[in-house]
Nanobody, 127 residues
Framework: HVQLVESGGGSVQAGGSLRLSCVAS????????MGWSRQAPGKEREVLAV????????HYADSVRDRFTISQDNVKNTVYLQLNYLKPEDTGMYYC?????????????????????WGQGTQVTVS
């Protein structure tokens, strides 16, 4: 099993930046993909960014491409999401996710159903 703990959320003004972190522990050696998702109030959870743990290939949702950057430090078992040029519509709970050998995104971002492991989330509020 994989445990994920997010941090770095907060309240910022539009145009500001935040850096989210996700520390993975447990059975981390079997991860191929890590991702960040967002759930805004009253909306479904959406995958924003995915990174392959091996080659570092990244995918982004159109809504955040060129503003958000996903990166990783495999030594620290940590995945980051740099949020720049934040907009009020970026407000929501941000979740870190990890795949498994049998459940993983088949193409590009995938969907939330492709990630069996989730953190508790960190709140981002943009005003």
């Amino acid at each position: 099993h994989v445990q994920l703990v997010e941090s770095g959320g907060g309240s910022v003004q539009a145009g500001g930046s935040l850096r989210l972190s996700c520390v993975a522990s447990g059975d981390t050696g079997k991860r191929n993909y890590m991702g960040w998702s967002r759930q805004a109030p009253g909306k479904e959870r959406e995958v924003l960014a995915v990174i392959s743990t091996g080659g570092g290939t990244t995918h982004y949702a159109d809504s955040v491409r060129d503003r958000f950057t996903i990166s990783q430090d495999n030594v620290k078992n940590t995945v980051y999401l740099q949020l720049n040029y934040l907009k009020p519509e970026d407000t929501g709970m941000y979740y870190c996710a990890a795949d498994s050998p049998t459940q993983y995104p088949k193409y590009g971002l995938g969907t939330p159903a492709d990630f069996p492991h989730w953190g508790q989330g960190t709140q981002v509020t943009v005003s």
